[in-house]
């Protein structure tokens, strides 16, 4: 089983920037991916991105292309979502997820673990 921790949460102006940092340990992952998600009241959980560990392949939400960049350090196992030009929309707490097998995944149902959150809220 892979712990993860999210951080980097916090308040921010609409078209502010905020960089969440997702520390994973336990079971060694090295051909899996972590994603992104987020979660607000009332609607129903979103992909924002994902990344493979082993190549740094990455894939977008079509909403956060251009806007947002999804990153890994190998060396310190943390994955980085840099936000910018953040909407008031956006609000949600934010999760990362692993996944221990090769492959980019849009879908919360096929990662294996997951971090807790961290609130990202953005004002208008």
């Known amino acids: 089983q892979v712990q993860l921790l999210e951080s980097g949460g916090g308040l921010v102006q609409a078209g502010g920037s905020l960089r969440l940092s997702c520390a994973a340990s336990?079971?060694?992952?090295?051909?899996?991916?972590v994603g992104w998600f987020r979660h607000a009241p009332g609607k129903e959980r979103e992909f924002v991105a994902a990344?493979?560990?082993?190549?740094?392949?990455?894939v977008y939400a079509d909403s956060e292309k251009g806007r947002f960049t999804i990153s890994r350090d190998n060396a310190k196992n943390t994955v980085y979502l840099q936000m910018n030009s953040l909407k008031p929309e956006e609000t949600a707490v934010y999760y990362c997820?692993?996944?221990?097998?090769?492959?980019?995944?849009?879908?919360?149902?096929?990662?294996?673990?997951w971090g807790r959150g961290t609130q990202v809220t953005v004002s208008a």
């Open positions: 990344i493979l560990w082993s190549t740094s392949r990455n």
């Open positions: 997820a692993s996944k221990y097998e090769y492959g980019l995944y849009g879908s919360g149902d096929l990662y294996d673990d």
């Open positions: 336990g079971r060694t992952f090295s051909r899996g991916s």
